[in-house]
Structures are given as structure tokens and as C-alpha cells.
């Protein structure tokens, strides 16, 4: 196991459409974050899980995300309706009890 | 609640010369400390952390960055510039999850 995997990388959908983004954290990671970046700033918290527990969301996180992490592995962001102002980077890290966040790609996605 | 100030959201330099970014941090608890590198499209890769014991840490390709308490700062430095260090780069502060700076973008000039 190599690293934090997203998928898929690019991802362009219409107004008003749904999109889902996958993580796949470090195997013995137990802590995965998901983070979301606009063009020019610094990555935003959106949300963690520790395990399968989701801990801590964001205000960012509207009712139109939602995420999951079934069985405490790979984790799931939903973003139901989307508008313009989703686009953005959208960002996993997974963190075990030692060391630090390890960080996957990123999803980039846009809304036309 | 913390934050975490990133001075000079953008910073030029000639290659060889003295990189130094600023940061500082606000934390009600002792800090965990981070520096992260984002090259285009990519995702954040890790230059050093600082946790407890060492002030001065030292991380990946040349860079290193002293923590002072007494200045709640965190300022990242590398000694001569490398055309491969133009990049953007993220200070963070953690408990328990990453709290971000904007962003300092670096350009290396030949």
C-alpha cells in the first residue's frame, strides 16, 4: 500500500447533477479527512472519521454533501445538486495513531 | 480555536538565493505543526512537521523550519533555491485536524 488513492481525478458535471468521490486511506490508517480547495487558497476542513464514527463536520458541509466510511476503510463524498461554487479541488488524507496526515491527489472537480 | 497566518501570498526568488517563507500560528494548546508542498493538479506532499522536543526541524529537499514559541512563528527556510522548489506551499497547524494558511506561491527565477 503506497498511499492515499482518489478517484476518479477529473470529474466535469452539469448544474444540478450529483457526483460522488472515493477514498482509499493507508490500510492502517484509522483517521480519514476530507478537505475541499478553491483556486488560490488554502485547503478547508469539510469533515473526518475516526474508524467508521464520522466525528466533526464542517458548516462547509451543506445538506447537499454527505460522507461516509463504511466498515471504517474507504470513504465516500457526495455532493447532491450540484452548483457552481462546488467547484474545487476536493481533497482525503488519511492519518494513523503515529505521524502525520498523508495526503492523496485530490479530485478536481468542475461544474459546467 | 486555531488559525494559522501565511505573510506573502506570493514570494520571489533568484535560484541559489535564500528562500523564506513566514508563518504564524494560533493555537489554545501546544501546537502540531506542519509544512505541505502542492505542485499543479497534485496533492499535498509533506516537507516537515514539528510535534515536540527539537525546535529546529529539518525535512525534505533542503528545507527546514524553526519553531518559536515566543513568536508563535514557524517560518520555513532553505539555504540556495532550486528551480524544482517553485511550487505553492501550505503551513498547517493540527488538533486534531489540519488548520491551513492560504498558501505562499514561490517562483524560482533562473
Known amino acids: 500500500d503506497t498511499g492515499v488513492s482518489q478517484n476518479p481525478r477529473h470529474k466535469i458535471t452539469k448544474r444540478g447533477q450529483n457526483v460522488t468521490f472515493r477514498c482509499d486511506p493507508i490500510?492502517?490508517?484509522?483517521?480519514l479527512y476530507w478537505y475541499r480547495q478553491t483556486l488560490g487558497q488554502g485547503p478547508e476542513f469539510l469533515t473526518y472519521?475516526?474508524?467508521?464514527?464520522?466525528?466533526?463536520k464542517s458548516r462547509l458541509l451543506s445538506d447537499r454533501f454527505s460522507a461516509e466510511r463504511p466498515k471504517g476503510s474507504f470513504s465516500t463524498l457526495e455532493i447532491q445538486r450540484t452548483e457552481q461554487g462546488d467547484s474545487a479541488m476536493y481533497l482525503c488524507a488519511s492519518h494513523g495513531r503515529k505521524g502525520q496526515p498523508i495526503f492523496g491527489q485530490g479530485t478536481r472537480l468542475t461544474v459546467v | 480555536a486555531q488559525s494559522v497566518t501565511q505573510l506573502g501570498s506570493h514570494v520571489s526568488v533568484s535560484e541559489g538565493a535564500l528562500v523564506l517563507l513566514r508563518c504564524n500560528y494560533s493555537?489554545?494548546?501546544?501546537?502540531?505543526l506542519f509544512w505541505y508542498v502542492q505542485y499543479p493538479n497534485q496533492g499535498l506532499q509533506l516537507l516537515l512537521k514539528?510535534?515536540?522536543?527539537?525546535?529546529l526541524v529539518k525535512g525534505i529537499n533542503g528545507f527546514e523550519a524553526e519553531f518559536k514559541k515566543s513568536e508563535t512563528s514557524f517560518h520555513l527556510t532553505k539555504p540556495s533555491a532550486h528551480m524544482s522548489d517553485a511550487a505553492e506551499y501550505f503551513c498547517?497547524?493540527?488538533?486534531?485536524?489540519?488548520?491551513f494558511g492560504e498558501g505562499t506561491q514561490l517562483t524560482v527565477n533562473p
Open positions: 493555537s489554545s494548546v501546544p501546537p502540531y
Open positions: 514539528y510535534t515536540t522536543g527539537a525546535t
Open positions: 472519521f475516526q474508524n467508521e464514527a464520522q466525528l466533526e
Open positions: 490500510s492502517e490508517h484509522n483517521r
Open positions: 498547517a497547524v493540527s488538533g486534531p485536524r489540519l488548520t
